[in-house]
T-cell receptor, first 110, second 116 residues
Framework: LAKTTQPISMDSYEGQEVNITCSHN???????ITWYQQFPSQGPRFIIQ???TKVTNEVASLFIPADRKSSTLSLPRVSLSDTAVYYC???????????FGTGTQLKVEL | GAVVSQHPSRVICKSGTSVKIECRSL??????MFWYRQFPKKSLMLMAT?????????EQGVEKDKFLINHASLTLSTLTVTSAHPEDSSFYIC????????????FGPGTRLTVT
Protein backbone atom coordinates (compact mmCIF):
# COMPACT_ATOMS: atom_id res chain seq x y z
CA LEU A 1 0.00 0.00 0.00
CA ALA A 2 1.32 3.42 -0.95
CA LYS A 3 2.38 5.46 2.07
CA THR A 4 1.38 9.08 2.32
CA THR A 5 3.04 12.02 4.00
CA GLN A 6 1.22 15.19 4.99
CA PRO A 7 1.99 18.16 7.22
CA ILE A 8 0.87 17.48 10.76
CA SER A 9 -0.91 20.80 11.11
CA MET A 10 -1.80 24.00 9.31
CA ASP A 11 -3.31 27.27 10.46
CA SER A 12 -5.40 29.66 8.42
CA TYR A 13 -7.91 32.47 8.71
CA GLU A 14 -11.47 32.68 7.53
CA GLY A 15 -11.84 33.58 3.88
CA GLN A 16 -8.41 32.35 2.85
CA GLU A 17 -7.62 29.57 0.43
CA VAL A 18 -5.93 26.58 2.02
CA ASN A 19 -3.75 24.13 0.14
CA ILE A 20 -2.75 20.87 1.77
CA THR A 21 -0.13 18.83 -0.05
CA CYS A 22 0.28 15.10 0.28
CA SER A 23 3.29 13.09 -0.90
CA HIS A 24 2.80 9.56 -2.19
CA ASN A 25 5.99 8.62 -3.95
CA UNK A 26 5.14 4.93 -4.25
CA UNK A 27 1.73 5.35 -5.79
CA UNK A 28 0.84 2.48 -8.11
CA UNK A 29 -0.60 2.74 -11.59
CA UNK A 30 -4.05 1.63 -10.47
CA UNK A 31 -4.19 3.78 -7.35
CA UNK A 32 -6.61 6.65 -6.95
CA ILE A 33 -6.12 9.54 -4.54
CA THR A 34 -8.87 10.30 -2.09
CA TRP A 35 -9.23 12.94 0.60
CA TYR A 36 -11.37 12.67 3.69
CA GLN A 37 -12.32 15.17 6.36
CA GLN A 38 -12.87 14.21 9.98
CA PHE A 39 -14.35 16.21 12.82
CA PRO A 40 -13.80 15.13 16.44
CA SER A 41 -15.84 12.09 17.44
CA GLN A 42 -17.23 11.60 13.95
CA GLY A 43 -16.45 9.24 11.11
CA PRO A 44 -14.44 10.53 8.14
CA ARG A 45 -16.35 12.25 5.37
CA PHE A 46 -15.45 11.93 1.69
CA ILE A 47 -14.26 15.19 0.14
CA ILE A 48 -12.83 14.45 -3.27
CA GLN A 49 -11.16 11.80 -5.36
CA UNK A 50 -8.97 11.89 -8.44
CA UNK A 51 -6.55 10.00 -10.62
CA UNK A 52 -4.66 12.70 -12.49
CA THR A 53 -4.72 16.40 -13.42
CA LYS A 54 -7.43 18.40 -11.71
CA VAL A 55 -10.74 17.52 -10.16
CA THR A 56 -13.19 20.03 -8.76
CA ASN A 57 -16.43 19.65 -6.87
CA GLU A 58 -18.62 21.96 -4.83
CA VAL A 59 -16.34 21.94 -1.80
CA ALA A 60 -12.76 21.48 -3.01
CA SER A 61 -10.31 21.02 -5.82
CA LEU A 62 -7.68 18.35 -6.16
CA PHE A 63 -4.52 18.97 -8.15
CA ILE A 64 -2.43 16.01 -9.24
CA PRO A 65 0.78 16.52 -11.23
CA ALA A 66 1.71 14.31 -14.13
CA ASP A 67 4.01 12.06 -12.09
CA ARG A 68 1.22 11.55 -9.49
CA LYS A 69 3.75 11.43 -6.68
CA SER A 70 1.93 14.15 -4.82
CA SER A 71 -1.44 15.81 -4.70
CA THR A 72 -2.81 19.05 -3.33
CA LEU A 73 -6.19 19.55 -1.78
CA SER A 74 -7.39 23.11 -2.20
CA LEU A 75 -10.13 24.52 0.00
CA PRO A 76 -11.37 27.90 -1.24
CA ARG A 77 -12.40 30.54 1.29
CA VAL A 78 -12.27 28.44 4.43
CA SER A 79 -14.50 29.11 7.40
CA LEU A 80 -14.34 28.17 11.06
CA SER A 81 -16.35 25.06 10.30
CA ASP A 82 -13.55 23.74 8.10
CA THR A 83 -11.42 23.18 11.20
CA ALA A 84 -10.87 19.43 11.05
CA VAL A 85 -8.35 16.72 10.26
CA TYR A 86 -7.81 16.04 6.57
CA TYR A 87 -6.57 12.66 5.40
CA CYS A 88 -5.01 11.83 2.06
CA UNK A 89 -5.24 8.19 1.01
CA UNK A 90 -4.17 6.27 -2.06
CA UNK A 91 -5.38 2.89 -3.16
CA UNK A 92 -7.27 0.85 -5.70
CA UNK A 93 -10.96 0.31 -6.03
CA UNK A 94 -13.40 -2.32 -4.87
CA UNK A 95 -13.20 -3.63 -1.36
CA UNK A 96 -9.52 -3.03 -0.86
CA UNK A 97 -8.47 -1.67 2.48
CA UNK A 98 -7.33 1.86 3.16
CA UNK A 99 -4.38 2.86 5.28
CA PHE A 100 -4.75 6.16 7.05
CA GLY A 101 -1.70 8.31 7.62
CA THR A 102 -1.35 10.93 10.29
CA GLY A 103 -3.60 13.44 8.56
CA THR A 104 -3.35 17.23 8.68
CA GLN A 105 -5.03 19.16 11.47
CA LEU A 106 -6.35 22.34 9.91
CA LYS A 107 -7.23 25.13 12.30
CA VAL A 108 -9.17 28.08 10.95
CA GLU A 109 -9.38 31.24 13.01
CA LEU A 110 -11.25 34.51 12.70
CA GLY B 1 -27.45 8.09 -0.68
CA ALA B 2 -24.66 5.92 0.73
CA VAL B 3 -25.43 6.25 4.42
CA VAL B 4 -23.78 4.08 7.02
CA SER B 5 -25.11 3.96 10.54
CA GLN B 6 -23.65 2.58 13.75
CA HIS B 7 -25.37 1.53 16.91
CA PRO B 8 -24.90 2.39 19.66
CA SER B 9 -23.22 5.77 19.33
CA ARG B 10 -21.93 5.55 22.88
CA VAL B 11 -21.66 2.66 25.29
CA ILE B 12 -20.24 2.24 28.75
CA CYS B 13 -19.64 -1.24 30.03
CA LYS B 14 -17.95 -2.89 32.95
CA SER B 15 -14.66 -4.68 32.67
CA GLY B 16 -15.12 -8.32 31.74
CA THR B 17 -18.37 -7.89 29.85
CA SER B 18 -18.93 -8.05 26.10
CA VAL B 19 -20.24 -5.31 23.87
CA LYS B 20 -21.70 -5.56 20.38
CA ILE B 21 -21.51 -2.73 17.89
CA GLU B 22 -23.61 -2.77 14.73
CA CYS B 23 -22.73 -1.24 11.40
CA ARG B 24 -25.45 -0.92 8.78
CA SER B 25 -25.46 0.33 5.21
CA LEU B 26 -28.88 1.95 5.01
CA UNK B 27 -29.40 2.51 1.31
CA UNK B 28 -26.93 0.28 -0.47
CA UNK B 29 -25.54 -3.20 -0.37
CA UNK B 30 -22.05 -3.58 0.99
CA UNK B 31 -20.09 -6.67 0.16
CA UNK B 32 -17.16 -5.40 2.18
CA MET B 33 -17.12 -3.54 5.46
CA PHE B 34 -14.15 -2.39 7.46
CA TRP B 35 -13.66 -1.83 11.16
CA TYR B 36 -11.31 0.80 12.55
CA ARG B 37 -10.40 2.01 15.98
CA GLN B 38 -9.19 5.45 16.80
CA PHE B 39 -7.54 6.70 19.97
CA PRO B 40 -7.70 10.37 20.97
CA LYS B 41 -5.80 12.63 18.59
CA LYS B 42 -4.58 9.65 16.61
CA SER B 43 -5.32 8.39 13.15
CA LEU B 44 -7.67 5.57 12.26
CA MET B 45 -6.21 2.10 12.58
CA LEU B 46 -7.71 -0.65 10.49
CA MET B 47 -8.69 -3.65 12.61
CA ALA B 48 -10.27 -5.98 10.11
CA THR B 49 -11.90 -6.38 6.75
CA UNK B 50 -15.31 -8.02 6.79
CA UNK B 51 -16.74 -9.73 3.74
CA UNK B 52 -20.34 -10.87 3.62
CA UNK B 53 -20.67 -14.57 4.16
CA UNK B 54 -17.03 -15.25 4.95
CA UNK B 55 -14.61 -14.89 7.81
CA UNK B 56 -13.13 -11.52 8.54
CA UNK B 57 -9.51 -10.75 7.75
CA UNK B 58 -7.75 -9.25 10.75
CA GLU B 59 -4.81 -6.90 10.68
CA GLN B 60 -1.62 -7.94 12.36
CA GLY B 61 -1.79 -7.50 16.10
CA VAL B 62 -5.58 -7.56 16.32
CA GLU B 63 -6.88 -10.46 18.39
CA LYS B 64 -9.60 -12.22 16.43
CA ASP B 65 -10.93 -13.98 19.53
CA LYS B 66 -11.33 -10.69 21.32
CA PHE B 67 -12.83 -8.69 18.48
CA LEU B 68 -15.45 -10.92 16.89
CA ILE B 69 -16.72 -9.75 13.54
CA ASN B 70 -19.79 -11.07 11.79
CA HIS B 71 -21.02 -9.96 8.37
CA ALA B 72 -24.16 -12.00 7.95
CA SER B 73 -25.87 -9.86 5.35
CA LEU B 74 -25.08 -7.30 2.70
CA THR B 75 -26.22 -4.48 4.96
CA LEU B 76 -25.03 -5.48 8.42
CA SER B 77 -21.72 -6.18 10.08
CA THR B 78 -21.21 -6.49 13.81
CA LEU B 79 -18.15 -6.10 16.01
CA THR B 80 -18.25 -7.73 19.42
CA VAL B 81 -15.63 -6.75 21.95
CA THR B 82 -15.40 -9.72 24.26
CA SER B 83 -14.24 -9.57 27.86
CA ALA B 84 -13.66 -5.87 27.54
CA HIS B 85 -10.94 -4.14 29.49
CA PRO B 86 -10.27 -0.44 30.07
CA GLU B 87 -7.59 -0.46 27.38
CA ASP B 88 -10.28 -1.38 24.86
CA SER B 89 -11.87 2.00 25.43
CA SER B 90 -11.72 3.74 22.10
CA PHE B 91 -13.67 5.16 19.19
CA TYR B 92 -14.73 2.40 16.81
CA ILE B 93 -15.64 3.32 13.25
CA CYS B 94 -16.94 1.15 10.46
CA UNK B 95 -16.98 1.79 6.74
CA UNK B 96 -18.56 0.10 3.77
CA UNK B 97 -18.03 -0.10 0.04
CA UNK B 98 -20.83 -0.61 -2.42
CA UNK B 99 -21.22 -3.97 -4.04
CA UNK B 100 -19.74 -3.49 -7.47
CA UNK B 101 -18.76 0.03 -6.63
CA UNK B 102 -15.39 1.53 -7.18
CA UNK B 103 -13.29 3.02 -4.47
CA UNK B 104 -15.11 5.28 -2.10
CA UNK B 105 -15.61 4.02 1.40
CA UNK B 106 -18.58 5.37 3.31
CA PHE B 107 -17.94 5.78 6.99
CA GLY B 108 -20.28 5.40 9.89
CA PRO B 109 -20.52 8.03 12.64
CA GLY B 110 -18.50 5.95 15.08
CA THR B 111 -19.14 4.33 18.47
CA ARG B 112 -17.49 5.59 21.62
CA LEU B 113 -16.75 2.64 23.92
CA THR B 114 -15.79 3.26 27.52
CA VAL B 115 -14.86 0.31 29.69
CA THR B 116 -14.89 0.97 33.43
Amino acid sequence: LAKTTQPISMDSYEGQEVNITCSHNNIATNDYITWYQQFPSQGPRFIIQGYKTKVTNEVASLFIPADRKSSTLSLPRVSLSDTAVYYCLVGTGGGNKLTFGTGTQLKVEL
Amino acid sequence: GAVVSQHPSRVICKSGTSVKIECRSLDFQATTMFWYRQFPKKSLMLMATSNEGSKATYEQGVEKDKFLINHASLTLSTLTVTSAHPEDSSFYICSATRTGGYYEQYFGPGTRLTVT
